[in-house]
């Protein structure tokens, strides 16, 4: 294989492993993912998520299995929900941002009071081990 093939080779392998999530450039992203536990301290896990074809309102997110993750939540972690809930102090109202996640903001103390079966699918943003933001995607 010559030097550019290769190179080229190279750059497309990596460029699909970003996309799929697998890494991520400059160490900080978004993926979407599935929260599957909300620890009063501040931890919180999920999967990555994945959209699919469904019969009713044209997708669903599922989990992806062997991609569990654990990370804390920054003290100003951002959160933002669609249609809020789950959360009391979100204005009355849908509101959402053009990516479909949640505009709506709502505390860091009501997200670790809620549990994650009230949760849909989220767009979660991290540096390292550190949440960023959260925003949850509205799902009717």
Known sequence: ???TKWMIAA???VAALV???VFVLGGAGSADGIVTAIHPDGRVEWTDARFVKAEEQ???????????????LAGDV????GVGSWCASAAAGLAIGSDGAGANPC???EFLATTPDSLYAVKITAKGDVVTRIAEYYHP
């Open 78 to 81: 951002q959160i933002f929900t």
């Open 58 to 72: 044209g997708r669903i997110a599922e989990q992806v299995p062997g991609t569990a993750h654990k990370a804390v």
């Open 1 to 3: 294989m010559t030097r």
């Open 19 to 21: 996309a799929a999530g």
């Open 11 to 13: 750059v497309g392998a």
């Open 107 to 109: 505390t860091r103390a």
